[in-house]
């Protein structure tokens, strides 16, 4: 019963942020920004969200590849992620929500706890500059690492067969899940640091998918639409990943039944450290001057 509701509400949030998130767009069609280009940033969102659906994660790849290629701005990488990757990830919930049975008070109350952390960090972000931007997603980006590194070498693969938290358990859950959804306003995916957390706390890894994908399905939203007031996002790149995006998570999610995720693991771990490098420096060198 509580799963339906919670589907229905998804469902109730991707209708009105879909319809707040394109009149945006419609706005500002005379003005989208023209060093972005369509095809590459669409490729980017594919492949991104293609992946975060097998437990990857977006945001560090999406970064890296916006920085790299220079299609986003760094100071608008945020909020673009957010904006962008919004309407796919609520996709990802719809499908793992109806899959994945988790106890419906640790659901619930850590679904709630990080949307209020996304609320309050996007109000804070949208009123940073261009250097601190920079030096916390460089922050942000060496967290993500760390915890991809843990996942790799199997570190974070201590879980239990717990479905659900209880009392200090649970208050931990939400206390660090509403610091994750805070996060994420800055660039720090939540599917690496959720995954640890259920594990650590004796849950089985596989809790995480719709207690993360739940949690960002949530947030993303309500963070992108202080985004979308501030102006802080690049539309032409958000709305390349939303589509592109979309057609990734459900070809991984029907189609898609192995990869070898270990060899890409590693991989994103590298690039993810070199591009938190060159964010810090760049970060550092404005401080400098």
């Not at 990080?114 to 980006?141: H, N, P, Q, T």
């Not at 720090?188 to 596989?206: D, E, F, N, Q, R």
Request: aromatic content about 10%; glycine content about 8%.
């Amino acid at each position: 019963m509580v799963a339906t509701v919670i589907l229905f509400l998804l469902v109730v949030v991707m209708g009105f942020y879909l319809i707040y998130y394109l009149y945006d767009i419609y706005q500002h069609r005379d003005c989208l920004e023209k060093q972005t280009s369509c095809v590459k940033t669409g490729a980017f969102g594919f492949i991104c969200l293609f992946f975060d659906v097998l437990g990857i994660g977006a945001f560090a790849p999406h970064t890296t590849l916006y920085h790299r290629f220079h299609q986003v701005d760094d100071y608008l990488i945020p909020g673009t992620l957010n904006v962008g990757n919004a309407i796919p990830t609520i996709i990802q919930a719809l499908i793992f929500i109806q899959l994945v049975k988790v106890d419906t008070l640790t659901l619930v109350t850590m679904l709630l706890s990080s949307v209020i952390g996304s609320y309050l960090g996007a109000s804070i972000v949208a009123k940073m500059d261009e250097r601190k931007i920079r030096l916390s997603m460089g922050i942000a980006l060496l967290i993500t690492a760390l915890f991809m590194f843990l996942s790799a070498i199997g570190v974070m693969d201590i879980g239990g067969n717990a479905m659900g938290l209880t009392g200090i358990k649970l208050f931990v859950a939400i206390v660090i899940n509403f610091i994750l959804g805070a996060l994420m306003t800055v660039g720090v995916g939540l599917y690496s640091p959720c995954m640890a957390l259920v594990s650590l706390l004796g849950m089985s890894p596989t809790i995480a998918f719709p207690i993360m994908m739940g949690s960002c399905a949530f947030l993303m939203p309500v963070c992108g639409v202080k985004f979308i007031q501030s102006g802080m996002y690049n539309r032409k790149a958000a709305l390349s990943s939303t589509i592109a995006g979309s057609v990734g998570v459900l070809l991984a999610a029907f189609i898609v039944k192995s990869l070898p995720l270990q060899v890409l693991r590693w991989g994103v771990v590298v690039v993810v450290i070199y591009t938190a490098c060159s964010m810090l420096k760049a970060g550092l060198k404005k401080s400098n001057e």
